[in-house]
Each structure stands twice: as C-alpha cells, then as structure tokens.
C-alpha cells in the first residue's frame, strides 16, 4: 500500500487570450516561429529516433499546401521493435512504485503549464486549426487536468483495500500492471485525448505503443518530447504513427497486447474487438478493450426554454471547432410556438460567425482536418440541399481551394429519420426538426431511438418536471447529459466523460473508473499465526 500523498488538485484556469494579454502576445510569437519552419518527425521507440524513410506530410488544414513537418511512419518491422522494446522497459517500469510514476506525470503538468504550453498549444492550433481558446482549453487546460487527476485517482485506487483483517490475518490488495502492452490509438481532434490515451495505462504501471491519427502527428510528436523532459524513461510510450492498415495487424496479433485505449471512429473500433476475438486463444491475457467512438448528439428543448440560452447552446454546441468534436450538437429538436423567434436569433447569430486562419483571433471557426472529411461533410451538405424534405437556412457553401473550409450549416427537416439527424457527420451540421409541443412524451421517445450512439445530450427549458421527465426518459440516451446547458465541454475531475451504446465502453476518461482498466489486482492474505492442526471444532467428541 503506497503511503505517499498527492494534494487534491484543482482544474487548470483558462487563460483567456484577450488583445493586448500577455499569453496572447507569446502565443503569437510561437505561431509564426513554429509556422516558419519544417520540421522532421521520427518514430521514437525504446527512447531512439527511428526514420524509416516512408514519410507523410503534416499541413495546415486552413492553408493545406504548408507544410509543418515531414512524419516517418511506421511498419510492419518498427511495430515489433517497438513491442520488444516496450518489454523491456516493461520490466523495470512495472515494479517501479506508484509515487514515482506519479511524479512524473505531475512534471509534466507544470512543463505544460509553463514552458510548454505556447509551443503545445501553437502546434494543436497550426496542424489542426484550432482558434486559440479550443486549443487552450484542449491542449492546455484538459491535458494539465489529466496529468494531474489522473494521480490523484490511482491513489485513491490503491488507498482503496479490503474493510477487513481479522486476526491473525492482514489482507490487502495491489494493483499490477497488465503483463504486455496497451495499444494506444488517438484520433486528430483533441490533443489532450492524445496524450491522455497512452499516459493513463503508463502512470499505472504499464507500457504502450502510441499511434496517433495521422493527420494529428504534429502535437503529439511535441508530448512525446514534454514526457521526456519530464523524465518519463525510454521504451514506456513507444510513438508509433503511420497507416492503421500496417501498425495494426502486427498489434493486434502479438500474444503480447493487454488492451487497447481508443478513441476514433466506431467502424474501426469494432473492426478491432472482433480482431481481438479471433485472436483470443494466442493471447497472453485477455485484453482490456477500452473504446470512445462516434455520436450524434441531441438538444431537446421544451417550450419553456430561455430562448438566448438556447440560441447560444446552439450555435456553441454544434459549430465550436467546426463540429469536429464526438460531443457536438448534431441534432436539435425544437417546439414549432417558438420555432420562428428561435430562428431570427439564431440565424443572426450564425451569420455572425467569422470563418479563417486561427492565426486570426477574430475567426470563431477554422477548417476542417482534411480533404477526406471535406469530402464527407460536404456530400451530406449536397444531399439536403437536393432533398424535398429539407431545407438550409444558413451557410451550405464549401470551398476547399486553399483551406479545408465548411461554412456553418443549418438544415430543418420535417422528417425525423432525415440522414443528417441519424447519421453521425462530423463537421459543422445541425440538423433541427420541429415537433408540436403536445408530442413532448413522444418526442423524447424519438431521441431516444433516432441514432445508434448515446454519447452526450441536452435538456432545455424552465418547466422543471419536464426536464425531470427529459432526464428519466433518456437515461440510455447519453453517457454525459446536460441540463440548460450545450452538450460539449466535459471538464476532468467534473464531468467524467463517456457514452454507450455504439458511442463506446463508457469507461469514462478522466475518473478512476478508467484508470481501474488498467490493473489487474492481487488479493494477498497473511497469516501470522497460521493454524498448525487440520482438525476444526465441529470434529471434537461430544
């Protein structure tokens, strides 16, 4: 049992990156120093620089023909140097104690909190066109919160040990690392997920391979040399990016993988655990599958809501980052009395919205991450725009010329099973459907059953026993369910953040109930007086 303490810690404050603030004013200089150069990234596996000479390019999605960096990636050969080298580490990493390992991830919360964070956040902001404040509260404020709950939890794990011990016992339990390694996937959108997704399983003992999204490489290959100065030894987190079609199937047939941490698409998530099924029998261990996977959030909103309050949930929840969040508001349904107030406000808002290079702090919204989902979220685009059963009523346009660029769409349809309020798109689309107020029960049984996922969601109204019954009605319907409040914006150590259904494990990031995936726990009962006869009482003569 681990003796040490770490204070209770609190949320990194927001820095705010008003004109003429200092953060503002060394954050600009880091965007252009770092925006002025084209850098090289290698694997980093057991601590070396590994180039294959197969290389992709990092660019700016806002300015897609710059280039930030030039990434080598991974095969076949690299994954089982980086799964050897993992073992190795293993073995001095998994004995090493709790406080230890702690430590270090708490060193890495206040390199980013000081000297790296320009540099982290300057990266997120370039290589996926993030505005200044998504970046901070992503890259900055969420990845600090990780390092430093995170340690917070797994002590209040390993303080967690059996009520009794009757003597002559003492009986406790500790918990183990997994024997392998943990197979860390992130996806492009958030920064924080990235660092998060591989540090988690490492702070409790274990080791993994990294293989970030490949059209986020360039942040993550900065974690990678923040971790290392804050003393995180060689071979725990291997970094291994590259084409998923060549990394994976060397990870998923090794006897040696213990679980996966995962955050991406739900088609490649569940391509995996059936891989992992038809692998089972040649594992070492089952492994823990871990998973976060897509949404198609809702707002509901009751005739009582605070009109503003609504408008402004809207326009935040499905548009910040342009959509590209796995929470954002995707679907909203709204009751036909208020419908054309709600409309004149929240058009004039949405038309309000600027639209650019994040360099630029006057853009609420960037670009989306690639041509791939350019080319998706534009098709859906195209199809209500051809579709009688719906109707845009603001943005619709996309321009991909210099940037990968997706004005704020808004689609109204009087069909409830429309395509773009059942599938999940990714982009800056919201879909709203009109309902008449008497149908408020019926209603709530239509979000319920309109999409697969059942990640986040939302309530809006004044009516407190319709909100009431909001909440009892869609208890299934979202892993994280907000009241008067958009969808989006979970916080560490607030709102653990997770869904079911087709959306994932719900094993709820930012919690110990994560962190528990990661052990494997030994009972052990010692007996100082241990008994020297078979015999029990019950065998005595009368």
Not at 83 to 103: C, G, H, Y
Not at 215 to 239: C, H, R, T
Not at 526 to 539: A, C, G, H, M, S
């Amino acid at each position: 049992m681990n003796q040490f303490t770490i204070p209770k810690p609190v949320n990194e404050p927001i820095k705010d990156y008003a004109p003429g603030s200092p953060e503002k004013e060394t954050l600009l200089t880091k965007l252009n120093e770092m925006s002025t150069e084209i850098i090289d990234i290698p694997l980093i596996i057991g601590g070396e620089e590994i180039r294959t000479g197969n290389t992709a390019n990092c660019v700016m999605p806002h300015d897609h023909s710059h280039v930030l960096a030039a990434f080598h990636q991974a095969g076949e050969k690299e994954v089982q140097l980086a799964i050897d080298a993992s073992q190795d580490a293993w073995k001095s990493w998994s004995k090493t104690s709790l406080e230890e390992r702690a430590n270090i991830f708490l060193k890495a919360a206040d390199l980013l909190a000081g000297p790296w964070r320009d540099t982290i956040n300057a990266a997120t902001m370039l290589n996926m066109s993030k505005n200044a404040y998504q970046a901070e509260i992503d890259s900055a404020c969420e990845m600090i919160d990780f390092f430093r709950f995170n340690p917070w939890y797994a002590q209040e794990l390993a303080n967690h040990q059996p009520m009794y011990s009757p003597e002559p016992t003492k009986n406790s339990v500790e918990l183990r690392p997994l024997e392998g390694f943990v197979f860390a996937v992130s996806p492009f959108n958030f920064t924080s997920i990235g660092g998060n997704l591989p540090s988690a399983p490492a702070l409790m003992g274990n080791v993994a391979l990294w293989k970030p999204a490949s059209s986020a490489v360039y942040p993550a290959y900065f974690i990678m040399q923040m971790l290392k100065e804050a003393g995180l030894p060689d071979g725990v987190i291997n970094f291994i990016p590259g084409r998923g079609s060549l990394v994976g199937p060397t990870v998923m047939n090794s006897p040696l993988l213990a679980g996966v941490h995962f955050t991406g698409s739900t088609r490649v998530f569940q391509g995996m655990w059936k891989q992992i099924g038809e692998n089972i029998q040649t594992y070492k261990t089952y492994p823990r599958i871990v998973g976060e996977t897509g949404g198609k959030d809702f707002c509901v909103a009751h005739e009582s809501v605070n009109k503003d309050a609504l408008v402004t949930a809207m326009v935040r929840g499905a548009f910040e980052y342009q959509g590209q969040k796995c929470s954002a508001m995707s679907r909203a349904y709204i009751p036909t009395p208020i419908w054309e107030e709600i409309k004149d406000k929240y058009a004039a808002e949405v038309n309000t919205i600027k639209m650019g290079n994040p360099e630029d702090f006057s853009n609420f919204m960037n670009a989306v991450i690639d041509q791939s989902a350019f080319d998706s979220i534009s098709e859906f685009i195209d199809y209500a725009e051809a579709a009688d059963d719906a109707e845009i009523i603001t943005g619709g346009r996309c321009d991909d010329a210099k940037g990968y660029f997706i004005e704020p769409t808004t689609i109204v349809t009087d069909n409830p099973k429309f395509r773009t309020m059942c599938e999940e798109i990714f982009g800056p689309v919201l879909t709203i459907y009109l309902y008449d107020p008497k149908d408020w029960e019926a209603t709530l049984k239509l979000v319920d059953s309109t999409s697969e996922y059942a990640l986040t969601g939302c309530v809006m109204g004044e009516d407190m026993d319709a909100v009431a019954q909001a909440k009892e009605a869609l208890t299934h319907s979202a892993g994280n369910f907000y009241i008067n409040d958009k969808p989006t914006g979970a916080v560490v150590g607030q709102q653990p953040f997770g869904g079911s259904r087709a959306s994932g494990t719900n094993d709820k990031a930012g919690s110990m109930f994560n962190l528990v995936r990661w052990v494997s726990q030994r009972t052990i009962k010692e007996n100082v007086d241990p008994p020297t006869d078979y015999r029990y009482p019950f065998l005595g003569e009368e």
